[in-house]
C-alpha cells in the first residue's frame, strides 16, 4: 500500500500589533528569558513551531508609534521607525503569557535590551503575520541549527513529548560553548547530537553520515542564512522540497 504523505500546511494570521509588560526576566543556560503579559495578548494565536514575531526596540529620546494596519497595508504614522528583530513565540495560551528567549550575545539591539528589562517595562511586538503548521507524527525527524534556533527546537520538541509520539527524532545542534546545552536538558529522552564550536564543515559531514528514509519524513535546517543554503544544497533531488523546511535565522554581515 503506497502512503498516502500529509505536508506541511500554510495558515494566515490577523496581523496585529500589541504593546505587552514585562512579567519577570530570568537567565537561563545562555539565554534571557523574558515572561510577557497584558490584555492585548487576548487573540494571540501561534500554529507554528518556528513562528516569528518582529519585536520593536525601543530608542531613547524618542516615541515608537506602533503602525496600523489597514486595508492597503501596513502604515506608520511617524518617522520613528526602531530597531527591530524576529523572535519565536512561546505562548501559554492558558497563562495569557508570552515568552521569549533572547540568546545573549555582544553588541544586539535585541540581547542588550533583554539583559536590562525588568518587570513593568513595555515592548511592542507584531505578528505573527501566518504559520506553518507541521504535523507532528512524521515517522522520522531531522531538526538542524545554532543558538538563534533553539527556542523553534525547544518549542517542537515539549509538543512532541507532550503528545508521546512514536516518532524518530534526531537533532543536531551547533554551539559556541557547552554551557548552552543546558537549554534544552530537560528534553534528554530525544536523540540530540551538540556540536561544540560552529564548525559548519562538521555539520555537514553529520548530515551526509545520515540515512534517510525514502518517506514518512520531515527535515528542519535553520540559522545563518548562507550556511544554511550550504548544508540543504547536497540534498537537492534528494529529498521532497515540501517536507524540508530551510530558513535563515540571520545573516552575518562578514559574508
Same mark, same amino acid.
Given at each position: 500500500m503506497t502512503q498516502v504523505t500529509t505536508y506541511p500546511q500554510r495558515v494566515r494570521n490577523e496581523l496585529r @500589533? #500589541?504593546?505587552l509588560t514585562v512579567l519577570s526576566s530570568e537567565r537561563v543556560s545562555g539565554f534571557q528569558r523574558i515572561?510577557?503579559?497584558?490584555?492585548?495578548? /487576548?487573540?494571540? /494565536?501561534?500554529?507554528?513551531?518556528d513562528d516569528h514575531i518582529k519585536l520593536f526596540?525601543?530608542?531613547?529620546?524618542?516615541?515608537?508609534?506602533?503602525?496600523?494596519?489597514?486595508?492597503?497595508? =501596513?502604515?506608520?504614522?511617524?518617522?520613528? #521607525?526602531?530597531?527591530?528583530? +524576529?523572535?519565536t513565540p512561546l505562548f501559554n495560551a492558558a497563562r495569557q503569557e508570552l515568552t =521569549?528567549? @533572547?540568546?545573549?550575545?555582544?553588541? *544586539?539591539?535585541?540581547?542588550?535590551?533583554?539583559?536590562?528589562?525588568?518587570? *513593568? +517595562? /513595555?515592548?511592542? =511586538? *507584531?505578528?505573527?503575520?501566518?504559520?506553518?503548521v507541521v504535523p507532528e507524527d512524521y515517522g522520522w525527524q531531522l531538526y538542524v541549527c545554532d543558538?538563534?534556533?533553539?527556542?523553534?527546537?525547544? #518549542? #517542537?520538541?515539549?509538543?512532541?513529548?507532550?503528545?508521546?509520539?512514536?516518532?524518530?527524532?534526531?537533532?543536531?545542534?551547533? =554551539?559556541?560553548?557547552?554551557a548552552l546545552k543546558g537549554y534544552l536538558a530537560h528534553l534528554a529522552q530525544f536523540d540530540i547530537e551538540w556540536l561544540v564550536g560552529h564548525n559548519e564543515q562538521a555539520v555537514a559531514e553529520r548530515l551526509a553520515a545520515l540515512k534517510l528514509?525514502?518517506?514518512?519524513? @520531515?527535515?528542519?535546517? /535553520?540559522?545563518?542564512?548562507?550556511?544554511?543554503?550550504?548544508?540543504?544544497?547536497?540534498?537537492?533531488?534528494?529529498?521532497?522540497?515540501?517536507?524540508?523546511?530551510?530558513q535563515a535565522y540571520w545573516h552575518s554581515k562578514n559574508e
Open positions: @500589533f #500589541r504593546e515572561v510577557f503579559g497584558g490584555e492585548s495578548l /487576548t487573540g494571540f /494565536t501561534s500554529r507554528g513551531f526596540f525601543p530608542t531613547p529620546g524618542t516615541e515608537f508609534v506602533p503602525p496600523q494596519v489597514t486595508e492597503e497595508g =501596513i502604515v506608520w504614522s511617524g518617522d520613528v #521607525r526602531p530597531p527591530s528583530r +524576529d523572535y =521569549i528567549d @533572547f540568546y545573549v550575545h555582544e553588541a *544586539g539591539a535585541a540581547s542588550d535590551w533583554a539583559v536590562n528589562a525588568k518587570p *513593568g +517595562d /513595555t515592548l511592542c =511586538i *507584531g505578528g505573527p503575520r501566518g504559520s506553518l543558538e538563534s534556533g533553539m527556542p523553534a527546537l525547544r #518549542r #517542537r520538541l515539549e509538543t512532541l513529548s507532550a503528545l508521546n509520539k512514536a516518532v524518530k527524532v534526531k537533532a543536531l545542534v551547533t =554551539i559556541r560553548d557547552e528514509p525514502p518517506q514518512d519524513y @520531515f527535515l528542519w535546517i /535553520t540559522g545563518e542564512g548562507k550556511v544554511v543554503k550550504r548544508l540543504c544544497e547536497p540534498l537537492e533531488g534528494k529529498v521532497d522540497a515540501r517536507l524540508l523546511r530551510a
